[in-house]
Nanobody, 124 residues
């Protein structure tokens, strides 16, 4: 079972920045497409961003485009989500996920492994 561990969440003010990390000890990390999803209270889990195995392609939800940046360091077996200009509506639990089935995975059902999540709270 692939274990993914998110970190970096916290309580920040609107306009601030945070960087989330997703780390694993999985040897095949560099073979996986990776992604970030989030779930706000009372809402369904939604796609945030995804990145191919080598970082060559990325895709973002419209709501975060231009503010968030997804990246990965295969040598460190870690993926990141740099979040700038945070808004109250970014408040959610953020989950990282790994897919070995597709090259660029935008849908939750394309992912095979999930982390436990990290809370991000943005106050006004």
């Amino acid at each position: 079972q692939v274990q993914l561990v998110e970190s970096g969440g916290g309580l920040v003010r609107a306009g601030d920045s945070l960087r989330l990390s997703c780390a694993t000890s999985e040897r095949a990390f560099s073979s996986y497409a990776m992604g970030w999803f989030r779930q706000a209270p009372g809402k369904e889990r939604e796609f945030v961003a995804t990145i191919t195995w080598n970082g060559g392609r990325t895709s973002y939800a419209d709501s975060v485009k231009g503010r968030f940046t997804i990246s990965r360091d295969n040598a460190k077996k870690t993926m990141y989500l740099q979040m700038n200009s945070l808004k109250r509506e970014d408040t959610a639990i953020y989950y990282c996920a790994a897919s070995y089935r597709v090259i660029l995975a935008l849908n939750a059902d394309e992912y095979d492994h999930w982390g436990q999540g990290t809370q991000v709270t943005v106050s006004s």
